[in-house]
């Protein structure tokens, strides 16, 4: 599953930019579904057909974080804007990749020592600039115009058990997802795989996804914090490794109870590891299906993750694959 994962992690597409990432997906998991469309936000939604007459829905975000061209100066510097929650202190001394190509890396402005301590105690995109190697302002225009969008580029590495890469948060719920359907033969319920467009803006796939499918039950694969790094979070208590995660709650959603206790009854049913999760912060497309149509359970999966939103997330490999397990015994117990 490691190469899949590779290739999914390698492709950059921001929210609102996703057709590169959707045509991979799209390649890979039509072999195995009964019926595949693409909404008109662009979420990418499958189905595989059960016996039960319930449905049941697993969610995956493809878009990623990034930034947008916002100006280009007089001398070929670009200006930027993020899309979604992208820190300008993890651009710092990271490179781009844009959508027509072009690379850049990230610099701040000041001119002395004491600027630049005065600028990095409250960093925001006013004092970013990126380098694309442009000449002058026609070349960089020529290059990257203004409303040209990018994402950070960085390579994937395998650390054996744990795996690091941009985009983790959330093409690594993209594999699981894709490898549940390669395993799965017959699911109790029909099984619908929605692949979200544009979560990291704000849900916007996800709230929309579910209205002509009306699921009896939702669950979102999305990242959460890796907790157990140096005097990290004291009031979380989950870890790499320790298993895919059941949410309790995190800042957009209270899973429903149903959810809950579905996924840890088949957990335990079938031996996989879980761990339960209260997030303090933060929030997954689950907030998005509760509130859709006359409203759905929905809750999720995680998979613990470090360094989130940064250039290098990392994750375990067990967990990953433990989430496999418990998703796809999960379509074949049914949502009961
Ligand atoms: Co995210
Ligand atoms: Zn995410």
């Given at each position: 599953?490691?190469?899949?994962?590779?290739?999914?992690?390698?492709?950059?597409?921001?929210?609102?930019?996703?057709?590169?990432?959707?045509?991979?997906?799209?390649?890979?998991?039509?072999?195995?579904?009964?019926?595949?469309?693409?909404?008109?936000?662009?979420?990418?939604?499958?189905?595989?057909?059960?016996?039960?007459?319930?449905?049941?829905?697993?969610?995956?975000?493809?878009?990623?974080?990034?930034?947008?061209?916002?100006?280009?100066?007089?001398?070929?510097?670009?200006?930027?804007?993020?899309?979604?929650?992208?820190?300008?202190?993890?651009?710092?001394?990271?490179?781009?990749?844009f959508d027509t190509g072009a690379s850049g890396v990230v610099d701040v402005e000041g001119e002395t020592i004491k600027d630049l301590k005065e600028t990095m105690k409250s960093l925001d995109y006013d004092h970013i600039f990126v380098d694309i190697g442009a000449t002058d302002k026609e070349d960089a225009e020529k290059k990257a115009p203004v409303g040209t969008f990018g994402t950070y580029d960085s390579t994937f590495v395998d650390l054996g058990k744990r795996l690091v890469s941009k985009s983790m948060d959330d093409r690594i719920a993209c594999a699981i997802m894709i490898q549940v359907l390669k395993e799965l033969e017959k699911p109790e319920?029909?099984?619908?795989?929605?692949?979200?467009?544009?979560?990291?803006?704000?849900?916007?796939?996800?709230?929309?996804?579910?209205?002509?499918?009306?699921?009896?039950?939702?669950?979102?694969?999305?990242?959460?914090?890796?907790?157990?790094?140096?005097?990290?979070?004291?009031?979380?208590?989950?870890?790499?490794?320790?298993?895919?995660?059941?949410?309790?709650?995190?800042?957009?959603?209270?899973?429903?109870?149903?959810?809950?206790?579905?996924?840890?009854?088949?957990?335990?049913?079938?031996?996989i590891p879980t761990q339960y999760e209260v997030l303090i912060f933060g929030g997954t497309d689950a907030s998005g299906y509760q509130m859709t149509g006359r409203g759905i359970a929905s809750g999720t999966v995680s998979i613990p993750c470090r360094y989130v939103h940064s250039p290098h997330e990392m994750v375990d490999y067990d967990d990953v694959l433990n989430a496999v397990r418990l998703l796809k015994a999960l379509a074949e117990e049914g949502v009961e």
């Amino acid at each position: 599953m490691k190469s899949l994962i590779e290739k999914l992690v390698t492709i950059s597409s921001p929210s609102g930019r996703e057709h590169a990432i959707r045509e991979v997906i799209a390649g890979e998991i039509k072999p195995y579904v009964d019926e595949m469309k693409i909404d008109p936000l662009g979420n990418l939604v499958a189905l595989k057909k059960g016996k039960s007459g319930r449905k049941l829905l697993f969610d995956g975000h493809m878009d990623e974080i990034g930034v947008v061209v916002t100006h280009v100066d007089s001398k070929g510097f670009l200006r930027v804007d993020s899309i979604g929650g992208l820190s300008p202190y993890m651009l710092l001394g990271s490179r781009l990749v844009f959508d027509t190509g072009a690379s850049g890396v990230v610099d701040v402005e000041g001119e002395t020592i004491k600027d630049l301590k005065e600028t990095m105690k409250s960093l925001d995109y006013d004092h970013i600039f990126v380098d694309i190697g442009a000449t002058d302002k026609e070349d960089a225009e020529k290059k990257a115009p203004v409303g040209t969008f990018g994402t950070y580029d960085s390579t994937f590495v395998d650390l054996g058990k744990r795996l690091v890469s941009k985009s983790m948060d959330d093409r690594i719920a993209c594999a699981i997802m894709i490898q549940v359907l390669k395993e799965l033969e017959k699911p109790e319920d029909d099984v619908y795989f929605v692949f979200a467009v544009q979560e990291e803006v704000g849900i916007v796939g996800a709230s929309v996804a579910a209205f002509d499918i009306m699921p009896d039950m939702a669950v979102a694969i999305d990242v959460t914090a890796g907790p157990d790094t140096p005097k990290s979070f004291k009031r979380m208590g989950f870890n790499l490794g320790g298993g895919p995660t059941i949410k309790i709650k995190d800042r957009g959603s209270i899973s429903s109870s149903r959810v809950v206790s579905r996924l840890k009854e088949v957990a335990e049913k079938r031996d996989i590891p879980t761990q339960y999760e209260v997030l303090i912060f933060g929030g997954t497309d689950a907030s998005g299906y509760q509130m859709t149509g006359r409203g759905i359970a929905s809750g999720t999966v995680s998979i613990p993750c470090r360094y989130v939103h940064s250039p290098h997330e990392m994750v375990d490999y067990d967990d990953v694959l433990n989430a496999v397990r418990l998703l796809k015994a999960l379509a074949e117990e049914g949502v009961e």
